[in-house]
T-cell receptor, first 108, second 117 residues
Framework: KNEVEQSPQNLTAQEGEFITINCSYS?????LHWLQQHPGGGIVSLFM???GKKKHGRLIATINIQEKHSSLHITASHPRDSAVYIC??????????FGPGTRLSVLP | GAGVSQSPSNKVTEKGKDVELRCDPI?????LYWYRQSLGQGLEFLIY????????KSGLPSDRFSAERTGGSVSTLTIQRTQQEDSAVYLC???????????????FGPGTRLTVL
């Protein structure tokens, strides 16, 4: 079993749809990262959270420490949201382990 | 700009040659990370520097890989006797490394695409 798993692996949505990407992990953590990797390869940090919920614009991230599960939600999705979304957790210290990513395509 | 920069952006080398990849972190960031992303694969942790502490080298795949960070700023990742399986995008990230805050947000550079022929 991988230390960090994501679902779905691939996701295609119509513009405007509500999107949920899930991340489950088995390592102990102090915080979890959600990253966005654009088609050109650039990586942007979206959220770092250790409890509860965070919101930034149309993006919402939640985490349940007891269940070792986090979700990333995108409301009113747009084609520019098309990217690979990656969750990452520290295995220990700053040694991060990354999920395989979820490839999102939002069609106009 | 004020972001993380990496050079070169692309590097093509022959098997057996040594390569050096450079990372300039955001000014003032004390933490610096190197990652690798092979084609079609996820990100893989390589090494982590924090201030003057001994680096966490636990992710380096072999002794052909080494990294240093001079003056707590610029970092160089060196791969000796490159192999074809070293072909990947090498990403650098930095973070404020604030003490007592646990894990900090990371800011990623654009990466160096290494191709070993």
């Amino acid at each position: 079993k991988n230390e960090v798993e994501q679902s779905p692996q691939n996701l295609t949505a119509q513009e405007g749809e509500f999107i949920t990407i899930n991340c489950s992990y088995s390592v102990g953590i102090s915080a979890l990262h959600w990253l966005q990797q654009h088609p050109g390869g650039g990586i942007v940090s979206l959220f770092m959270l250790s409890s509860g919920k965070k919101k930034h614009g149309r993006l919402i991230a939640t985490i349940n420490i007891q269940e070792k599960h986090s979700s990333l939600h995108i409301t009113a999705s747009h084609p520019r949201d098309s990217a690979v979304y990656i969750c990452a957790v520290p295995r220990y210290g700053q040694n991060f382990v990354f999920g395989p990513g979820t490839r999102l395509s939002v069609l106009p | 700009g004020a972001g993380v920069s990496q050079s070169p952006s692309n590097k093509v080398t022959e098997k057996g040659k040594d390569v050096e990849l450079r990372c300039d972190p955001i000014s003032g960031h004390t933490a610096l990370y190197w990652y690798r992303q092979s084609l079609g694969q996820g990100l893989e942790f390589l090494i982590y520097f924090q201030g003057n502490s001994a680096p966490d080298k636990s992710g380096l795949p072999s002794d052909r890989f080494s990294a240093e960070r001079t003056g707590g700023s610029v970092s160089t990742l060196t791969i000796q006797r490159t192999q074809q399986e070293d072909s990947a995008v090498y990403l650098c990230a930095s973070s404020p490394g604030l003490a007592g805050v646990g894990v900090n947000e990371q800011f990623f550079g654009p990466g160096t695409r290494l191709t070993v022929l």
